[in-house]
């Protein structure tokens, strides 16, 4: 009955650790109906959450709605003109250096809307948020 019992629990216990993560079916549900908004409903969505998370007054609110404005627009072009087949080295490169350089003016305008608490918290949250891309992009391989 102890063995039994004890195999019980084992088995119960690998069942549970071999189910699926639950958050991976939200995230993309969540994404997909990002995609469906337009630019400027994406674009005031995340101001409101900026705003909630910064404590924005109205004129920063307004200044980070342009901006974000053009950066969802920026993307939206991009995806519309990605090509069918695989880019060269070159495209490669240059897209990468594209998106730099739009990282590095959406930092020079965000420090010069934000205020210094408001820019720490900020550049905080866009750590985060890179880390948890990386990690969703590279999950750890099990090994075999």
């Not at 007054?57 to 069918?84: G, S």
């Not at 350089?101 to 205020?115: E, P, V």
């Not at 608490?117 to 075999?144: C, G, N």
Request: with cysteine; hydrophobic share 30%; net charge positive.
């Amino acid at each position: 009955m102890k063995t039994l019992l004890t195999v019980l629990v084992v088995c119960l216990g690998f069942s549970a650790m071999a189910q699926p993560p639950h958050h991976d079916k939200k995230s993309k549900y969540r994404s997909e109906k990002m995609k469906d908004l337009s630019a400027e409903q994406r674009a005031a969505l995340m101001t409101k959450k900026m705003t909630l998370d910064l404590d924005l007054n109205e004129t920063q609110q307004n200044q980070i709605y342009a901006l974000i404005l053009d950066k969802t627009k920026k993307h939206e072009k991009r995806r519309a003109n990605k090509p069918e087949e695989r880019p060269t080295k070159d495209d490669l490169y240059a897209m990468k250096m594209e998106q730099m350089d739009d990282q590095i003016a959406m930092k020079k305008a965000m420090k010069s809307i934000l205020d210094e608490s408001q820019y720490e918290v900020w550049t905080s949250i866009q750590k985060k948020a890179d880390y948890l891309k990386k990690r969703k992009k590279h999950p750890k391989r099990e090994e075999r």
